[in-house]
């Protein structure tokens, strides 16, 4: 397939990448768009520990499902979907308690496995979530960011009226204000580059 | 402050990863409050709280790591149109990716969030 790969840090091209299968559980989903995040430019920087180079980067996946694994049920080709990268092992602590996101084994696609910098994605199906209808592939690449401002307002545990000041107003700050609005809660955002501000504002 | 007639911030959420804004979280806060750690420090980098607010503010600190079981309530929320944040996205046809992912490194403002499209699919 064709891809962006990055041969090792400050070295990035179009090329070809090989061809991914998918297992049973899996999902192959043909990316349309996705996000570029400051985690994808650690990784062309070279600043990303984890990081095995070469890889295909690409975490903020939105695309269309092209085909599905024989123990798949309910998805199936041509559905518009986006991928939640983070892919927990299933059996260390922080998986038996619900907190897959810290996995001691976390695998992340985009880090791990090729991510949407490339026409293909491999996914395990309880990642894909389908697209809301209305939504443009554009649109729903920002599930995964604003996803994390959801994961910031739930352990604030931020309600209706409450004052709640954010600290930063890079991509992730603006997210994470723009959900608390959205529960109600009374923002004030801080930053100190001020195109940021008006940004946010 | 003001806005809260100097009782602090119910929640401070910290965006920025800066350990010297990470430390003033813990005056920002008001007294029984909550503090969201979200930027991520450096490995290895200290941060520095003072250790009676612990029990004088009695406030919890959280850290908040990517996301788990958070895409559902995204999705509806972005489908909703209460979320803005897409439209100050850049579209650039994803071949262009090599040219422009360079171009962001050397110029952090250039693009405030840029999103790589399939323009031929």
């Given at each position: 397939?064709?891809?962006?790969?990055?041969?090792?840090?400050?070295?990035?091209?179009?090329?070809?990448?090989?061809?991914?299968?998918?297992?049973?559980?899996?999902?192959?989903?043909?990316?349309?768009?996705?996000?570029?995040?400051?985690?994808?430019?650690?990784?062309?920087?070279?600043?990303?520990?984890?990081?095995?180079?070469?890889?295909?980067?690409?975490?903020?996946?939105?695309?269309?499902?092209?085909?599905?694994?024989?123990?798949?049920?309910?998805?199936?080709?041509?559905?518009?979907?986006?991928?939640?990268?983070?892919?927990?092992?299933?059996?260390?602590?922080p998986c038996r308690v619900g907190k897959s996101n810290c996995c001691a084994n976390l695998r992340i696609i985009?880090?791990?496995?090729?991510?949407?910098?490339?026409?293909?994605?491999?996914?395990?199906?309880?990642?894909?979530?389908?697209?809301?209808?209305?939504?443009?592939?554009?649109?729903?690449?920002?599930?995964?960011?604003?996803?994390?401002?959801?994961?910031?307002?739930?352990?604030?545990?931020?309600?209706?009226?409450?004052?709640?000041?954010?600290?930063?107003?890079?991509?992730?700050?603006?997210?994470?204000?723009?959900?608390?609005?959205?529960?109600?809660?009374?923002?004030?955002?801080?930053?100190?580059?001020?195109?940021?501000?008006?940004?946010?504002? | 402050?003001?806005?809260?007639?100097?009782?602090?911030?119910?929640?401070?959420?910290?965006?920025?990863?800066?350990?010297?804004?990470?430390?003033?979280?813990?005056?920002?806060?008001?007294?029984?409050?909550?503090?969201?750690?979200?930027?991520?420090?450096?490995?290895?980098?200290?941060?520095?709280?003072?250790?009676?607010?612990?029990?004088?503010?009695?406030?919890?600190?959280?850290?908040?790591?990517?996301?788990?079981?958070?895409?559902?309530?995204?999705?509806?929320?972005?489908?909703?149109?209460?979320?803005?944040?897409?439209?100050?996205?850049?579209?650039?046809?994803?071949?262009?990716?090599?040219?422009?992912?360079?171009?962001?490194?050397?110029?952090?403002?250039?693009?405030?969030?840029?999103?790589?499209?399939?323009?031929?699919?």
């Amino acid at each position: 397939m064709k891809a962006i790969i990055i041969d090792e840090p400050r070295k990035i091209r179009v090329g070809n990448w090989e061809a991914p299968h998918i297992a049973p559980d899996q999902v192959l989903v043909e990316t349309r768009a996705t996000g570029v995040c400051a985690g994808d430019l650690y990784i062309y920087q070279g600043k990303n520990p984890y990081a095995a180079y070469p890889l295909v980067a690409g975490h903020e996946v939105a695309g269309v499902i092209v085909e599905v694994g024989a123990e798949v049920k309910g998805l199936a080709p041509g559905t518009p979907v986006v991928v939640d990268p983070f892919i927990g092992c299933g059996s260390c602590y922080p998986c038996r308690v619900g907190k897959s996101n810290c996995c001691a084994n976390l695998r992340i696609i985009g880090v791990h496995s090729p991510g949407g910098f490339g026409e293909l994605v491999v996914a395990p199906a309880r990642n894909i979530h389908r697209i809301p209808p209305g939504l443009s592939f554009t649109e729903a690449s920002f599930a995964e960011p604003v996803a994390i401002g959801v994961q910031a307002c739930r352990r604030g545990e931020i309600k209706a009226n409450e004052y709640v000041l954010v600290l930063g107003c890079g991509p992730i700050g603006l997210a994470i204000i723009e959900v608390a609005r959205a529960r109600g809660a009374r923002v004030v955002a801080t930053d100190v580059r001020e195109t940021r501000m008006e940004t946010a504002s | 402050m003001k806005q809260t007639s100097g009782e602090g911030a119910a929640v401070v959420v910290e965006a920025t990863g800066n350990e010297a804004v990470m430390e003033q979280t813990v005056n920002l806060v008001a007294a029984g409050g909550r503090i969201v750690i979200v930027g991520l420090v450096k490995e290895g980098t200290p941060v520095r709280f003072p250790g009676l607010d612990f029990t004088r503010k009695e406030m919890t600190i959280v850290g908040s790591r990517a996301s788990v079981r958070c895409f559902p309530e995204s999705l509806e929320l972005l489908a909703a149109g209460v979320i803005k944040y897409p439209k100050i996205a850049t579209t650039v046809d994803l071949w262009e990716g090599p040219r422009v992912i360079s171009e962001l490194v050397d110029e952090p403002g250039k693009y405030h969030k840029l999103v790589l499209v399939r323009s031929e699919a």
